[in-house]
């Protein structure tokens, strides 16, 4: 079964740091663009950033953009998000997310079931 | 960026109703725009794919059409298990966005 799993979410203060990770399972991982979505309680849904399947290229929300970082460790099946300085607004359930098809940045196929980051004092 | 909007915001409709929920993109998304479903406490689901394309394991009620800026999905004949918020999401240019939502409860 195609799999994803986060973990790492949790209450963070404003202006500190958390890691969260997403392990994959069930498939080739080194095949498929990987992304982040997050949203906030109560709102939609926000694209945060991708990771190219070779770990060549990221692209951010300009909203994060010089905060968040994406990586991925393909011999460890595993995707990443390094978020600094973190901010009241970025309180939300982050989903890790794979693309449909192998090598193409598309629609979102397989989903995690998230992990929640609480920004507060 | 591409912005996208959805309408209506909210819908209420009855089991057998055939609904009609409009997204439209702030500049040309081609081709490029999927639509997912998401209930409460869970992750969305991928309904359909680069505008018409129906996932595997979608059930036919389901259908997508448009280009360009304006898109469709529609639902041909509820049931029960379709009531949820559904999100249009274009992956032609980054960053990609999706549009705010509609949510579709019971009447």
């Known amino acids: 079964e195609e799999q994803l799993v986060e973990s790492g979410g949790g209450l963070v203060q404003p202006g500190g740091s958390l890691r969260l990770s997403c392990a994959a399972s069930?498939?080739?991982?080194?095949?498929?663009?990987m992304t982040w979505v997050r949203q906030a309680p109560g709102k939609g849904l926000e694209w945060v950033g991708n990771?190219?399947?070779?770990?060549?290229?990221?692209y951010y929300v300009d909203s994060v953009k010089g905060r968040f970082t994406i990586s991925r460790d393909n011999a460890k099946n595993s995707l990443y998000l390094q978020l600094n300085s973190l901010r009241a607004e970025d309180t939300a359930v982050y989903y890790c997310a794979r693309a449909l098809l192998r090598y193409f940045d598309d629609a979102f196929h397989i989903w995690g079931q998230g992990t929640m980051v609480t920004v507060s004092s | 960026d591409i912005q996208m909007t959805q309408s209506p915001s909210s819908l209420s409709a009855s089991v057998g109703d055939r609904v009609t929920i409009t997204c439209r993109a702030s500049q040309s998304a081609s081709s490029y725009l999927n639509w997912y479903q998401q209930k409460p406490g869970n992750a969305p689901r991928l309904l359909i794919y680069t505008s018409s394309t129906l996932q595997s394991g979608v059930p036919s009620r389901f259908s997508g059409s448009g280009s360009g800026t304006d898109f469709t999905l529609t639902i041909s004949s509820l049931q029960p298990e379709d009531f949820a918020t559904y999100y249009c999401?274009?992956?032609?240019?980054?960053?990609?966005?999706f549009g705010q939502g509609t949510k579709l409860e019971i009447k």
């Open positions: 990771i190219k399947h070779d770990g060549s290229e990221q």
């Open positions: 999401q274009q992956s032609y240019s980054t960053p990609r966005t």
């Open positions: 069930g498939f080739t991982f080194t095949n498929y663009w």
